[in-house]
Structure formats: structure tokens, C-alpha cells
T-cell receptor, first 113, second 112 residues
């Protein structure tokens, strides 16, 4: 399976600021996804990052708050904009390989104060 | 969005015991996946299931794709302390998009 890295691994940010999270894959993949995992909760899909086109957002998530870039088949970024304490979560990127199998990065642990 | 019904929510067992957890849904799924997440890590794929009735093993782990296509089970035999973590089921719906639906997770604690 693909090897996925994320930067930063964790950060503490002040409210009102923005943080950009990077996701790097060691092979070319068609489909990349961004998830949010709030403390003690399951995974919630934020958006599907499409190479060469705009991301597809899930209900409750908007581009102004979570802009996503996908400049090539091995890299994507997620920005958490104008942060509030409610944005404190783990943010995970994943890639889809054969069939519906998804493989996850190690996550970015964000705390907003 | 839709979530899978995963149970139990948590389990506290002794080392050496067997563990069983399951996921159910009112909808039909054509793929079931089981993940394990340890503290500070991303979820790791354990087992993938593609056919109704399929039984697949990965070491001490065994998972089954329910015949009705609406449920799946994960069993862990002879548990060891490193089995500690949160286990998530995930499914891809028949005729659905590329997205996965996740259960709420089963938190497993193993006492040595």
C-alpha cells in the first residue's frame, strides 16, 4: 500500500488564524480524501480532493472554511481557515487504492486556543 | 450522513480472551473494511471483504461479510496487550460513490 505522510503532525494555533496541512503520497493516486476526527469520535469525510479540478465537499463543509488544493497525483493540502476551538480535531488524509480500500496518513492533531 | 451501527462501544478483557464485535446497517453494502487505530496514529486497514458470506483471516483476526450484505463481524482470538486500540468498521454502499461510511468504533482494552 501507499506510504502517506502529513505535515505538521500536530500544532497549537490561536483562534482566527489559519493552518495548512500537507499530505504527501509516495506513489501516484487518483483519489485522495480529507477527514476530520473530533476527540473520541469516528471519522467524518470533509471532501474528496480531485486532481485538476475543485474538491467535492460533503454536507456541512464549505470551501471558504476548508480550501483544498490538489496540484498533482501525489500531493494535497487542506487549510483550516479562521479557526475556532471547535476546529480542534485530528485531520487525516487518505488515498484509495484497489476497490474501495482507503489507506490513511498518520494525522495532524490540531488544538485551537 | 449515514453511519454504521457498531457494537459494543467498548470492551475490557483479559489477555488471552477472544473478542467479537460487529457492524450493522439498514442498507446493503458491497464492501466491508475493518480498521484499527492506535493512540496518536491514523487508522490502519486490517481486513477487506468483498463478497456476501466471505470469511477472511489476518493472523489472529477473522472477519466475515454477512449474507444479508447488511452486517459484518470481526473476531480477535487469544488477545494480547498490543491489540489495544479502537476498531472501526467501514462500508461502501452498493451503487454508491467512492465514499466510505464509518462506524463509531469499538474501544478495546486488554488487561495483562
Amino acid at each position: 500500500s501507499a506510504v502517506i505522510s502529513q505535515k505538521p503532525s500536530r500544532d497549537i494555533c490561536q483562534r482566527g488564524t489559519s493552518l495548512t496541512i500537507q499530505c504527501q503520497v509516495d506513489s501516484q493516486v487518483t483519489m485522495m480524501f480529507w477527514y476530520r476526527q473530533q476527540p473520541g469520535q469516528s471519522l467524518t469525510l470533509i471532501a474528496t480532493a480531485n486532481q485538476g479540478s475543485e474538491a467535492t465537499y460533503e454536507s456541512g463543509f464549505v470551501i471558504d472554511k476548508f480550501p483544498i488544493s490538489r496540484p498533482n497525483l501525489t500531493f494535497s493540502t487542506l487549510t483550516v481557515s479562521n479557526m475556532s476551538p471547535e476546529d480542534s480535531s485530528i485531520y487525516l488524509c487518505s488515498v484509495r487504492e484497489r476497490s474501495y480500500e482507503q489507506y490513511f496518513g498518520p494525522g495532524t492533531r490540531l488544538t485551537v486556543t | 450522513g449515514q453511519q454504521l451501527n457498531q457494537s459494543p462501544q467498548s470492551m475490557f478483557i483479559q489477555e488471552g480472551e477472544d473478542v467479537s464485535m460487529n457492524c450493522t446497517s439498514s442498507s446493503i453494502f458491497n464492501t466491508w473494511l475493518w480498521y484499527k487505530q492506535e493512540p496518536g496514529e491514523g487508522p490502519v486497514l486490517l481486513i477487506a471483504l468483498y463478497k456476501a458470506g466471505e470469511l477472511t483471516s489476518n493472523g489472529r483476526l477473522t472477519a466475515q461479510f454477512g449474507i444479508t450484505r447488511k452486517d459484518s463481524f470481526l473476531n480477535i482470538s487469544a488477545s494480547i496487550p498490543s491489540d489495544v486500540g479502537i476498531y472501526f468498521c467501514a462500508g461502501a454502499r452498493q451503487g454508491g460513490s467512492e465514499k466510505l461510511v464509518f462506524g463509531k468504533g469499538t474501544k478495546l482494552t486488554v488487561n495483562p
